[in-house]
């Protein structure tokens, strides 16, 4: 089982920017998907961004429209990490935000079924 813990949420100003980090423990192989999800106050919990490493040198990403040329995921396998840079921050952003994390050989990230996940940190977009 991974364990995770997020870091990095805040208030900022609409425009802002914040990063998000995700340290992982508890896997040794490097087949996950590692995924960022929010949800909003009174609103079903949504996909942000997910990020998969393939073994070979390459790294499949992930966006959901809302957020695509606005957010940037990335990973850093040997700190366990898994960070999402926030920038252009819009009051709708406003949510607890989740790392969530599927041990997927192969990928295939957008598909459901995280079973990991960590506690939440709230990111708070005022206007």
């Known amino acids: 089982q991974v364990q995770l813990e997020e870091s990095g949420g805040g208030s900022v100003q609409a425009g802002g920017s914040l990063r998000l980090s995700c340290v992982a423990s508890?896997?040794?192989?490097?087949?996950?998907?590692m995924g960022w999800f929010r949800q909003g106050s009174g609103k079903e919990r949504e996909a942000v961004a997910s990020?998969?490493?393939?073994?070979?040198?390459?790294?499949?990403?992930y966006y959901a429209a809302s957020v695509k040329g606005r957010f940037t995921i990335s990973r850093d396998d040997a700190k366990k990490t898994v960070f999402l840079q926030m920038n252009g921050l819009k009051p709708e952003d406003t949510a607890m935000y989740y790392c969530?994390?599927?041990?997927?050989?192969?990928?295939?990230?957008?598909?459901?079924?995280?079973?990991?996940w960590g506690q939440g940190t709230q990111v708070t977009v005022s206007s």
């Open positions: 508890g896997y040794t192989d490097w087949r996950y998907c």
């Open positions: 990020v998969y490493i393939d073994g070979q040198g390459g790294t499949a990403t």
């Open positions: 969530a994390a599927v041990y997927r050989p192969g990928g295939g990230c957008l598909r459901p079924g995280y079973n990991d």
